[in-house]
T-cell receptor, first 115, second 115 residues
């Protein structure tokens, strides 16, 4: 158990809908990262937050948004869902997000299926 | 631009034998970190081992070791005495310094351990 929690574990929804994925980082970690992993694909970095502020942005679609709250949990909002958004969404956390030696620890992921 | 390459989409190894998973990287930043993660069929991402660019010795963690050849920009994962439970997808990742602090992942190598 990495200490990173994600809810829900599974989510089935329809095209055009909106969903929210939730992540709680490890105790003491200030930085949260979101990744998307499509079937048999590598991890695509979406976005990083540090202590409530956006730090880095990757290949995140405009239909997607995220935020990190004062208690450091984070939410990833996916709207106008398309079939291609079906994927495993990971949240990861690290201590400060500033060191090259800093290890990310991943949550169990949320498996999203868009029908 | 930083890049991670894993050229082996899939590999087989006999139980109890050692196996090397290849990873090459490309960066112009002198400060970086290299990571390996394991993703079993259950989907979670498990941190295995870390190597810093300034580390003089190869990293080791139990049966995992990292063959770090800085001049060649390679960071191969060596798994000794393979076990059936090692069957999984393995991802190499890199984090640069220089202010971006993004993690870049390779496309992964699927390892199958044979009994």
């Amino acid at each position: 158990d990495s200490g990173v929690t994600q809810t829900p574990k599974h989510l089935i929804t329809a095209t055009g809908q909106r969903v929210t994925l939730r992540c709680s980082p490890r105790s003491g970690d200030l930085s949260v990262y979101w990744y998307q992993q499509s079937l048999d694909q590598g991890l695509q970095f979406l976005i990083q937050y540090y202590n409530g502020e956006e730090r880095a942005k990757g290949n995140i679609l405009e239909r997607f948004s995220a935020q990190q709250f004062p208690d450091l949990h984070s939410e990833l909002n996916l709207s106008s869902l398309e079939l291609g958004d079906s994927a495993l969404y990971f949240c990861a956390s690290s201590t400060s997000g500033t060191g090259t030696q800093e290890t990310q620890y991943f949550g169990p992921g949320t498996r999203l299926l868009v029908l | 631009a930083q890049k991670i390459t894993q050229t082996q989409p899939g590999m087989f190894v006999q139980e109890k034998e050692a196996v090397t998973l290849d990873c090459t990287y490309d960066t112009s930043d002198p400060s970086y970190g290299l990571f390996w993660y394991k993703q079993p069929s259950s989907g979670e991402m498990i941190f295995l081992i870390y190597q810093g660019s300034y580390d003089q010795q190869n990293a080791t963690e139990g049966r995992y070791s990292l063959n770090f050849q800085k001049a060649r920009k390679s960071a191969n994962l060596v798994i000794s005495a393979s076990q059936l439970g090692d069957s999984a997808m393995y991802f190499c990742a890199m984090r640069e310094g220089g202010g971006t602090y993004k993690y870049i992942f390779g496309t992964g190598t699927r390892l199958k351990v044979l009994a």
